[in-house]
């Protein structure tokens, strides 16, 4: 199973960017479609954005389209988050996962400790 470790997290002023990344272990992330999720305060864990196993397609959630960019690099395990034009309501505990079945916003496997995203207005 794949180890995921979650990094890039911070404080920001609203309008600010940040670049998350997620490394994992093993050869078999090369295979796996991943995603972005993330979690409020009282609130559950939602869909940010998706990535194939190829890098050829992306996907996002409505509220960050625009806005944020999904990217990976196999040879390096690793899966990042650029987000651009930060607004308070982005933020959040952020956690990257495999997605099993491309397009069903729907993770698979163990959850990271995350990265903290604060935007303040």
């Known amino acids: 199973q794949v180890q995921l470790s979650e990094s890039g997290g911070g404080l920001v002023q609203a309008g600010g960017s940040l670049r998350l990344s997620c490394t994992a272990s093993?050869?078999?992330?090369?295979?796996?479609?991943m995603g972005w999720f993330r979690q409020a305060p009282g609130s559950e864990r939602e869909f940010v954005a998706a990535?194939?196993?190829?890098?050829?397609?992306?996907d996002y959630a409505d509220s960050v389209k625009g806005r944020f960019t999904i990217s990976r690099d196999n040879a390096d395990n690793t899966v990042y988050l650029r987000m651009n034009s930060l607004r308070p309501d982005d933020t959040a505990a952020y956690y990257c996962a495999v997605i099993p079945v491309w397009g069903t916003h729907v993770a698979s496997g163990s959850w990271g400790r995350g990265t903290q995203v604060t935007v303040s207005s």
């Open positions: 093993g050869r078999a992330f090369r295979t796996y479609h």
């Open positions: 990535i194939s196993w190829s890098g050829d397609s992306t």
